[in-house]
């Protein structure tokens, strides 16, 4: 497994004062080791990693004004949610959107950086891990999504892990977050059952001679089925005129449970929230990946293919939160994210708030 660390500069923020009543995510974040290879160096880590590069930075007071988050060697059994980056582009590429998305994960943990923690969080009695970056370099999609699946069953596995977030990247990510998820020990290797609750305007059940952002729940039928297994798939927010009539038919045959955009409006919050709690009811596991063309195009302006209608961000917030509460998610992923397309930061703000929405219910985290 290769990762890169997180550049230390993204984790910064504002500094109120000591204690837990002023924290923010990037006084409390810990950029752990997390691969091997020459994207990272240092002495070896209590995590079984070594350090990552921190530009000159080996450790650092988080406390100090304008400090950043330090390369630590974290107690390999603490509680924690770990992060995670995939910068690529490729598959959005592939499928003939606007790149841009492998510049996702720097602007999402720079939105989160100055965000509030409350509750175990504040105190440091759940931790904050990001374990760095894999990457699709040029046209490589299939390597990235290797390295980023490594790295997502990296942090899957962790001793304590209570939630993992992949920062992306195009929807290709998913399909690398699957692969993690399969690689773990936690889902059907540990016979357990899983299903994957997708937010957004499209199935991504393309069929294509090239994996791409619009094929990975396909991909993953066909891995399901290869392993005598059922695909366990949900869709919150899908657009029939973004749809055809073919990925409508396959969404049947497969047996894929979804409402609408339309239909999200009118179920509204409450709606929304048994509908979760319904899918999340029948499985062990729940992996949760958002999106973020799902949201009407005034609130996610950053995307490839912004939405002409999209759910409004309360019943967003709603199906993260039924998600993060059912007591069964342990992989979330944040994909779409185009920061050269973003209006102020906008889209980043807003998948912050969710990423941190699903963080303080999975911690019990609120003030």
């Given at each position: 497994m290769?990762s890169?660390?997180?550049?230390?500069?993204?984790?910064?923020?504002?500094?109120?004062?000591d204690?837990?009543e002023?924290?923010?995510?990037?006084?409390?974040?810990?950029?752990?080791?997390?691969?091997?290879g020459s994207a990272?160096?240092g002495?070896?880590?209590t995590?079984?990693?070594p350090?990552?590069?921190?530009?000159?930075?080996?450790?650092?007071?988080?406390?100090?004004?304008?400090?950043t988050a330090?390369?630590t060697?974290?107690d390999?059994?603490?509680?924690?949610?770990?992060?995670?980056?995939f910068?690529?582009?490729?598959?959005?590429?592939?499928?003939?959107?606007r790149?841009?998305?492998a510049d996702?994960?720097a602007?999402?943990?720079?939105?989160?950086?100055?965000?509030?923690?409350?509750?175990?969080?504040?105190?440091g009695?759940?931790?904050l891990?990001?374990?760095?970056?894999a990457?699709?370099?040029?046209?490589?999609?299939?390597?990235?999504?290797?390295?980023?699946?490594?790295?997502?069953?990296?942090?899957?596995?962790?001793?304590?892990?209570r939630?993992?977030?992949?920062?992306?990247?195009?929807?290709?990510?998913?399909w690398?977050?699957?692969?993690?998820l399969?690689?773990?020990?936690?889902?059907?290797?540990?016979?357990?059952?899983?299903?994957?609750?997708?937010?957004?305007?499209?199935?991504?059940l393309?069929?294509?001679?090239?994996?791409t952002?619009?094929?990975?729940?396909a991909q993953?039928a066909?891995?399901?089925?290869a392993?005598?297994?059922d695909?366990h798939?949900?869709a919150?927010?899908?657009?029939?005129?973004?749809?055809?009539?073919?990925l409508?038919?396959?969404?049947?045959?497969?047996?894929?449970?979804?409402?609408?955009?339309?239909?999200?409006?009118?179920a509204g919050?409450?709606g929304?929230?048994?509908?979760?709690?319904?899918?999340?009811?029948e499985?062990?596991?729940?992996?949760?990946?958002i999106?973020?063309?799902?949201?009407?195009?005034?609130?996610?302006p950053?995307?490839?293919?912004?939405a002409?209608?999209?759910?409004p961000l309360?019943?967003?917030?709603?199906a993260?939160?039924?998600?993060?509460?059912?007591?069964?998610l342990?992989?979330?992923?944040?994909?779409?994210?185009?920061?050269?397309?973003?209006?102020?930061s906008?889209?980043?703000?807003?998948?912050?708030?969710l990423?941190?929405e699903?963080?303080?219910?999975?911690?019990g985290?609120?003030?």
């Amino acid at each position: 497994m290769t990762s890169s660390p997180a550049p230390a500069t993204e984790w910064t923020g504002r500094h109120d004062g000591d204690g837990p009543e002023h924290a923010r995510w990037h006084q409390a974040v810990r950029v752990v080791g997390a691969g091997t290879g020459s994207a990272t160096t240092g002495a070896a880590t209590t995590d079984g990693a070594p350090a990552p590069a921190s530009s000159g930075a080996a450790a650092v007071d988080a406390a100090a004004p304008g400090a950043t988050a330090p390369v630590t060697a974290p107690d390999p059994a603490a509680d924690h949610v770990a992060l995670l980056g995939f910068r690529s582009e490729e598959g959005v590429r592939r499928n003939r959107g606007r790149v841009g998305a492998a510049d996702g994960p720097a602007a999402l943990r720079r939105a989160l950086a100055p965000m509030a923690l409350h509750g175990p969080l504040a105190r440091g009695e759940v931790e904050l891990h990001d374990l760095g970056d894999a990457a699709t370099v040029g046209e490589d999609l299939e390597a990235g999504q290797t390295a980023a699946a490594a790295l997502t069953a990296h942090g899957l596995d962790r001793a304590g892990s209570r939630l993992t977030v992949v920062l992306g990247g195009g929807h290709e990510t998913a399909w690398s977050s699957y692969r993690g998820l399969m690689d773990s020990g936690i889902g059907p290797r540990a016979g357990r059952s899983w299903g994957v609750l997708n937010l957004d305007a499209h199935f991504d059940l393309r069929e294509e001679p090239r994996p791409t952002s619009g094929t990975p729940f396909a991909q993953m039928a066909a891995a399901e089925q290869a392993a005598g297994r059922d695909l366990h798939y949900a869709a919150l927010g899908i657009a029939e005129p973004s749809n055809t009539g073919a990925l409508f038919a396959r969404a049947r045959e497969l047996g894929v449970r979804w409402w609408t955009d339309e239909h999200c409006l009118a179920a509204g919050a409450e709606g929304i929230t048994r509908f979760v709690e319904d899918f999340a009811a029948e499985l062990d596991v729940l992996y949760l990946t958002i999106d973020l063309d799902v949201l009407p195009a005034a609130v996610a302006p950053g995307v490839s293919a912004p939405a002409g209608l999209g759910v409004p961000l309360p019943l967003i917030v709603a199906a993260v939160r039924a998600a993060a509460g059912s007591g069964k998610l342990a992989l979330l992923d944040v994909v779409e994210l185009n920061p050269s397309l973003d209006v102020d930061s906008r889209t980043a703000r807003t998948a912050a708030r969710l990423i941190d929405e699903a963080v303080r219910t999975v911690t019990g985290s609120r003030a």
